[in-house]
């Protein structure tokens, strides 16, 4: 099972900034794309944004302007700088990575234990 451990979470008023961290293997950050996934209370679980190997990255339109990915290689982390923060940004965050573990493709999902993260008003 692949380790991601996340921290950073916590309460922040309308318009304030968060930064979360999810710590992994050098391997994983050189073989995988890591995810950022969030589940707002009573709904379901949401992709917010991606980053490659290369350091592409995609966002949910939601979030597109206010949130930032990125990738430190040195410190085998990665981020989600979020930015001018909304009450509907109130989530717990995870990251999420899946890696083939056969010659047949079969693969394993990976989650962060999750980030609580409020937005107050």
């Known amino acids: 099972q692949v380790q991601l451990v996340e921290s950073g979470g916590g309460l922040v008023q309308a318009g304030g900034s968060l930064r979360l961290s999810c710590a992994a293997s050098?391997?994983?950050?050189?073989?995988?794309?890591v995810s950022w996934y969030r589940q707002p209370p009573g709904k379901q679980r949401e992709l917010v944004a991606r980053?490659?190997?290369?350091?592409?990255?995609n966002y949910a339109d939601s979030v597109k302007g206010r949130f930032t990915v990125s990738r430190d290689n040195a410190k085998s982390t990665v981020y989600l700088e979020m930015n001018n923060l909304k009450p509907d940004d109130k989530a717990v965050y995870y990251c999420y990575t899946r890696v083939v573990v056969n010659v047949e493709g079969t693969s394993v999902e990976n989650w962060g234990q999750g980030s609580q993260v409020t937005v107050s008003t």
């Open positions: 980053i490659t190997t290369d350091g592409s990255t």
């Open positions: 050098r391997s994983i950050l050189r073989r995988n794309p």
